[in-house]
């Protein structure tokens, strides 16, 4: 009888456990892909990690990779990529299978330095190629930086180069776009329903630049989190608020890398691909822009990043 009983018990492990591998392997085929202006395809959707230590890091990832995410957003800057490679290792999920993104920071631009700390940051990714590469902030050398980041791209360290904040001046924006070999594929940007970012999204169009949002959840804005309208869209779909605004990023063709620690939310946060919101809905949702930034730094106050060195 206790035989019976352990081998039931088996089974139903068993079961439980194809059962979850086989959802988080549709949810990962509902992602939908970016065709980015190299030809290379990134998942709209993925998990953010700002402010994540590298252990919730490790966790928060871990736990995404189990249910369908296959993309992940770092920095040198969070100090937690050492917990993005150790998930990525663990998770038995096939390298190529994931698509990771980190940036650089300005105390490590500069030809020759920047290659180095290419090689630092495969190092603490555990991995021999990133498959997005953002100089993270338009200050310092970032000209001679992105030369190195395209001999990384030659030598196979890097798939993908992109820009982040370079929304900050037309004059940072051009100096990449215009002059360099490898032309950006994506810019990350604040973006969200209370600002929208339309001049931007209409100014990066022409080079087929793909926008990736930060901030999209307003970094937990309760005002943003409560939004009555939003309120009303969710339960008409018996979804959260945060589902609708990461649903309304999806059918802007944005890609959304929503951050977040607690297992539920990150759950939670990509089952949004059930559903469509309607074009009145999405009127709806655009009507919210009012250019309210949760992020107000300007470019000279950036300037200050440059001497800000970070530990290998
Ligand atoms: N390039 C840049 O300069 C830049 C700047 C900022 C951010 N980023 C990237 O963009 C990502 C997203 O930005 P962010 O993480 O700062 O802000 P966010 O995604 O707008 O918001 C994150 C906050 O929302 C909470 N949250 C997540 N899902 C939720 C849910 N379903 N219900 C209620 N609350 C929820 C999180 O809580 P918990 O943490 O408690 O789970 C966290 O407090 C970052 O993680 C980072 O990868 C880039």
Not at 41 to 62: H, I, R, Y
Not at 294 to 301: A, D, G, P, V, Y
């Amino acid at each position: 009888m206790e035989n019976i009983k352990s081998y039931l018990a088996l089974v139903v492990f068993l079961l439980f456990g194809i059962t979850n591998l086989a959802n988080a392997q549709e949810m990962t085929h509902k992602v939908p892909m970016l065709k980015l202006n190299n030809g290379i395809e990134m998942p709209q959707f993925g998990l953010g990690t700002f402010t994540a230590s590298v252990e919730d890091c490790k966790a928060a990832c871990l736990v995404a990779l189990k249910n369908g995410y296959r993309h992940i957003d770092t920095a040198h800057a969070y100090r937690n990529e050492t917990g993005v490679g150790a998930a990525v290792k663990e998770s038995g999920i096939p390298r190529e299978e994931i698509w990771i993104t980190s940036k650089l920071w300005p105390s490590e631009y500069g030809e020759g330095t920047t290659l180095e700390a290419i090689d630092k940051m495969l190092a603490r990714l555990q991995t021999t190629y990133i498959d997005l590469l953002y100089v993270h902030q338009p200050v310092g050398d970032f000209v001679g930086a992105w030369k190195d980041m395209e001999k990384a791209v030659a030598a196979g360290k890097v798939r993908t180069l992109g820009i982040s904040n370079f929304d900050d001046s037309d004059e940072v924006f051009h100096a990449i776009v215009d002059n360099m070999k490898v032309k950006p594929a994506v810019m990350q940007i604040e973006c969200h329903p209370y600002a929208q970012r339309n001049d931007v999204r209409e100014k990066v169009k022409p080079y087929g630049i793909a926008i990736e949002c930060w901030y999209p959840l307003g970094h937990g804005d309760k005002g943003l989190l409560s939004d009555p309208v939003i309120a009303k869209i969710a339960e008409a779909h018996n979804k959260s608020i945060v589902q609708i605004i990461l649903r309304w990023h999806i059918q802007e063709g944005l890609s959304v890398i929503p951050g977040a620690t607690n297992p539920d939310y990150i759950k939670e946060n990509i089952n949004i691909f059930d559903f469509q919101l309607s074009n009145a809905e999405m009127a709806a949702m655009r009507s919210l822009n009012k250019n309210k930034r949760f992020f107000n730094m300007t470019l000279e106050q950036k300037q200050g990043f440059v001497n800000f060195k970070m530990n290998d």
